[in-house]
């Protein structure tokens, strides 16, 4: 007999300017579709703001990198080679030299919740892979609002709705106790993959990593249970 599918369910805390996180990202979903029927995956995605204290202009990446990590450029390159290379791994294309500053990502995650409390089922992911790829591929701006509604128009969602969430302010609240809980847990770095609210995968895994952990986790789950439980 087939054993039934189990459902895990997913809190992918992550930001939308964090490189490992378009890697892990990608290879979770590439370690889901690994294990086939097995597993399903419940996805929800969570705020974690890299520089909260952002400026709206943004800052080059090169002097953030240098001031907040003390990084040399000879280290940089290293990393964006490193990235290229994971990152063409599990599909996801980096044009870091189109990345020349960081931003501030705090509308973004309203858009994030926005879609996770109203949106159909899928639509919340879609979301996050298009913001990824639009400051990690295409060097765009995550805090420009133009860019925010562009990119929800391509995606087929309510740019009306989206643009009545950015212009009033909703859902700021949501996200800053979303962000304070995280942190609250201890989450000081992402991503990191928080799997039926106990078990903690941390950091741009490879495939194999994640596949292992979500055979080992849905074993330990009874067939047909409800995520989280």
């Not at 378009?22 to 995956?41: F, S």
């Not at 980096?94 to 960081?102: A, I, P, Q, S, Y």
């Not at 009306?160 to 996200?175: F, I, N, P, Q, S």
Request: net charge negative.
């Amino acid at each position: 007999m087939t054993r039934p599918a189990v459902t895990l369910k997913i809190d992918f805390v992550s930001d939308v300017v964090c490189p490992w996180c378009a890697v892990g990202l990608h290879a979770l979903e590439r370690a889901a579709k690994a294990v086939g029927d097995e597993v399903r995956l419940d996805w929800h995605f969570q705020p974690f703001e890299l520089n909260p204290g952002m400026p709206p202009e943004g800052q080059d990446m090169q002097e953030h990198l240098h001031e907040k990590y003390g990084s040399t450029p000879e280290q940089l390159a290293h990393t964006r080679t490193v990235l290229a290379e994971r990152g063409a791994q599990v599909g996801f294309t980096f044009n870091l030299d189109k990345r020349t500053r960081t931003w501030n990502t705090f509308d973004a995650h309203r858009l994030l919740h926005w879609l996770g409390e109203e949106g159909a089922p899928g639509q919340q992911r879609a979301l996050k892979h298009a913001l990824l790829a639009a400051y990690f591929t295409e060097g765009r701006n995550p805090s420009d609002p133009a860019v925010l509604l562009e990119v929800v128009a391509a995606l087929g969602l309510d740019v009306a709705r989206a643009r009545a969430v950015l212009e009033g302010g909703e859902y700021a609240g949501e996200v800053r106790e979303r962000e304070q809980f995280y942190q609250g847990l201890g989450i000081h770095s992402v991503p990191s993959i928080i799997i039926n609210d106990r078990h903690l995968i941390s950091g741009g895994q490879p495939v194999e990593v994640f596949e292992r952990a979500l055979r080992q986790i849905a074993g330990q789950v009874q067939p047909g249970a409800q995520s989280g439980q």
